[in-house]
């Protein structure tokens, strides 16, 4: 069965519940760690820097951040100055694989809705070999909760049979559970950073 086939059993519909359930406490535990640690992102960067020995010259992603999400632009910006070539994702659509579009900074960026920015259509188009993915929560098996729109599941589904990427997911040590939900189409990550730590999954 394909992935867009595995998303619509009952089975999955049920998990899909559950997980609604979890992101409401999830959400409460985010807003905890992000007034408890308002340098987490300075502290994650160095500490990813100091554990993770990324390709050189690397495309590399990240997210525009939202509300209290652990925000990567200061991870982004250092990243250009080491010679990686920075990305932004570009939603294409419900149910689709998301795009990454170039992304330097001072670049102007479009108004995406919802409160995110992502690159016009006149920045050069790159499948990344790094991403930084958002999350709600995070466990030690390496599985994270999403926001329920299933995109960076599809979009490492799709580069991953293309070829080898590392997906790092970054958030507040506070946003760990004991254990994720997760169902048959979810992406393991290879990574996770924290402001304490870097997990690093087989």
Not at 24 to 31: D, G, P, S
Not at 67 to 75: A, I, R, T, V, Y
Not at 114 to 130: I, S, Y
């Amino acid at each position: 069965m394909n992935l867009e086939g595995m998303m619509n059993t009952p089975i999955v519909d049920e998990i899909d519940q559950q997980k609604k359930l979890l992101r409401k406490e999830a959400k409460k535990n985010r807003v905890e760690a992000y007034r408890r640690c308002p340098d987490a992102a300075e502290r994650l960067c160095k500490r990813l820097f100091e554990e993770i020995s990324l390709p050189a010259k690397a495309v590399v992603s990240a997210y525009w951040p939202l509300g209290d999400e652990l925000d990567p632009m200061p991870l982004l910006h250092a990243l250009n100055i080491k010679g990686f070539k920075p990305v932004l994702p570009v939603m294409l659509g419900a149910g689709k694989p998301l795009i990454f579009r170039s992304w330097a900074p001072g670049d102007e960026l479009d108004d995406a809705g919802f409160g995110t920015k992502e690159p016009g259509a006149d920045k050069e188009e790159l499948e990344p070999d790094v991403l930084f993915v958002p999350l709600l929560a995070f466990d030690r098996a390496g599985y994270r909760l999403g926001y329920g729109g299933g995109f960076y599941d599809r979009t490492l589904d799709k580069l991953r049979a293309k070829k080898s990427v590392t997906a790092i997911g970054i958030a507040y040590a506070g946003q760990e559970m004991p254990a994720v939900i997760r169902g048959p189409y979810d992406e393991p990550l290879n990574y996770i950073v924290t402001e304490q730590e870097v997990i690093e999954f087989s």
